[in-house]
T-cell receptor
Framework: DQQVKQNSPSLSVQEGRISILNCDYT??????FLWYKKYPAEGPTFLISISSIKDKNEDGRFTVFLNKSAKHLSLHIVPSQPGDSAVYFCAAGQHNNDMRFGAGTRLTVKP | NAGVTQTPKFRILKIGQSMTLQCAQDMNHNYMYWYRQDPGMGLKLIYYSVGAGITDKGEVPNGYNVSRSTTEDFPLRLELAAPSQTSVYFC??????????FGSGTRLTVV
């Protein structure tokens, strides 16, 4: 059972524009959500998180939005830069252990 | 500060062989995790540990064993390697409420 889904395997945007990566989850008990970024041949790197008591969290160019009723979260990157090109994983879970990961979305930012 | 160190980076095993994937962290994190990533899939949790002497099964524990005798080390043991265990393995660590710090991964091929 895939409790965390990223339905878009890839996304391509122009440099300077907004990138929006989406993630859906099925388990209503999940209360902690994270986004990770992964470059080839490296481990994932933590990017930004949000807990279920919030609906938005910002960190510089990165903003995560959480819609609990829809069981949906999204990551916005504004403005997108070529160095943002990577695979982005959404993760969800309870109390930050036993986190479940989505399959990832490959973002390509074109100069 | 090395973070999370995984060894080896690459390994080819024959069916039925055994091996141990090593993971060490120097951040004094209580939580440690082992994930595997198959092509086109998200990370699947194999085992995790909330502290020395305590381990728990994740989503896909069959065919693996772990131990946590110290805070720093969390080795993953494969006893009878099977082709289905061909994957990239990631070790991670965290403190409660923080994102995970991942190692750079071990690429394992079972032939």
């Amino acid at each position: 059972d895939q409790q965390v889904k990223q339905n878009s395997p890839s996304l391509s945007v122009q440099e300077g524009r907004i990138s929006i990566l989406n993630c859906d989850y099925t388990n209503s008990m999940f209360d902690y959500f994270l986004w990770y970024k992964k470059y080839p041949a490296e481990g994932p790197t933590f990017l930004i998180s949000i807990s279920s008591i919030k609906d938005k969290n910002e960190d510089g160019r990165f903003t995560v939005f959480l819609n609990k009723s829809a069981k949906h979260l999204s990551l916005h990157i504004v403005p997108s830069q070529p160095g943002d090109s990577a695979v982005y994983f959404c993760a969800a879970g309870q109390h930050n252990n036993d986190m479940r990961f989505g399959a990832g979305t490959r973002l390509t930012v074109k100069p | 500060n090395a973070g999370v160190t995984q060894t080896p980076k690459f390994r080819i095993l024959k069916i039925g062989q055994s091996m141990t994937l090593q993971c060490a962290q120097d951040m004094n994190h209580n939580y440690m995790y082992w994930y595997r990533q198959d092509p086109g899939m998200g990370l699947k949790l194999i085992y995790y540990s909330v502290g020395a002497g305590i381990t728990d099964k994740g989503e896909v524990p069959n065919g693996y064993n772990v131990s946590r005798s110290t805070t720093e080390d969390f080795p993953l043991r494969l006893e009878l390697a099977a082709p289905s265990q061909t994957s990239v393995y990631f070790c991670a660590s965290s403190v409660v409420g923080d994102g995970y710090t991942f190692g750079s991964g071990t690429r394992l091929t079972v032939v």
